[in-house]
């Protein structure tokens, strides 16, 4: 079998390597791990638009390998994103799909997705991220109590809410966002780095303030993707079903399947 003799040749270079399937939000990807003898982290090489089946044996592998050598070049210290300060320090929470992978998660209160930690380091010299473990939370020294605190207090700090025409005039410039009349009714709430920022949405505090400053008791939220969401304060215009229509029609058409969530819109009352 190909993939089996990929491993026997990865070995040959001092390498660990076995594969595997990955649930990216209920989107399936294979990948190869692999680590040199006494690493304890092992990055995964996703291999799905990588190598191909035309690819002989030989430069399957050299692509792998230089896909590994990359990644270990662009992350962190082993060392360093182990450690308790570091993982406090990023720790944030996200949202997928509902699914059962083995990470430390719970429900988020939006039918259908759920809420998970992470580990997001987006500074300008990296771009990293790490789905949490209770494996994880041992090696740090961090309880799970300690770690959902620690994860809602960092989200809080990082939200960003901008009105819909903010940002077409940040993207397209004041002229055109006159002319353009984007309706300033439409919010999109993420965070500052905007990585998996949708979570957003999550933080009550934040929630109630945006509805106390728009004078109402129900907003409706509209899944973009795992990144944002959007926010509408005043939803008399439009029907439950008409905005899930909406959230329907953008997701197949304007979002990778690895980054949608529901196809529906929620109304959260305050």
């Known amino acids: 079998m190909r993939k089996n003799e990929m491993v026997r040749e990865l070995?040959?270079?001092?390498?660990?390597?076995?594969?595997?399937?990955v649930n990216k939000n209920g989107?399936?990807?294979t990948g190869i791990v692999m680590k040199s003898q006494g690493e304890m982290v092992a990055p995964i090489i996703y291999t799905d638009g990588l190598i191909?089946?035309?690819d002989s044996l030989d430069r399957a592998v050299s692509k792998i390998l230089a896909q590994y050598q990359k990644v270990k070049t662009e992350n962190l210290d082993v060392n360093r994103?182990?450690?308790?300060?570091?993982?406090?320090?990023h720790i944030t929470i996200a949202v997928q799909k509902d699914g059962i992978e083995e990470i430390v998660k719970r429900e988020s209160g939006l039918f259908g997705i759920e809420a998970y930690l992470i580990v997001i380091d987006s500074s300008p010299a990296r771009n990293m991220s790490m789905k949490v473990s209770k494996e994880l939370l041992k090696r740090c020294q961090v309880s799970e109590?300690?770690?959902w605190e620690r994860a809602e207090k960092n989200l809080h700090e990082s939200i960003k809410i901008q009105s819909m025409s903010e940002v077409m005039t940040q993207l397209m410039g004041a002229e055109f966002a006159?002319?353009?009349v984007v309706d300033d009714m439409l919010y999109i709430i993420s965070t500052k780095s905007g990585v998996k920022g949708a979570s957003a949405v999550l933080d009550s505090d934040t929630m109630k303030e945006f509805a106390r400053k728009h004078q109402t008791r129900r907003i409706a939220v509209l899944p973009?993707?795992?990144h944002e969401m959007l926010l509408i304060p005043n939803t008399g215009g439009f029907s439950e079903?008409?905005?899930s229509e909406m959230v329907k029609s953008v997701n197949e058409t304007e979002v990778i399947p690895e980054e949608r969530l529901t196809d529906r819109v929620y109304v959260l009352e305050f």
């Open 52 to 54: 191909d089946e035309n």
């Open 178 to 180: 006159e002319r353009a």
């Open 224 to 226: 973009s993707s795992i």
């Open 241 to 243: 079903a008409e905005l």
């Open 81 to 89: 994103i182990i450690s308790r300060e570091y993982v406090l320090d």
């Open 11 to 21: 070995e040959k270079f001092g390498l660990q390597a076995k594969w595997e399937t």
């Open 145 to 147: 109590c300690e770690a």
């Open 27 to 29: 989107v399936l990807h």
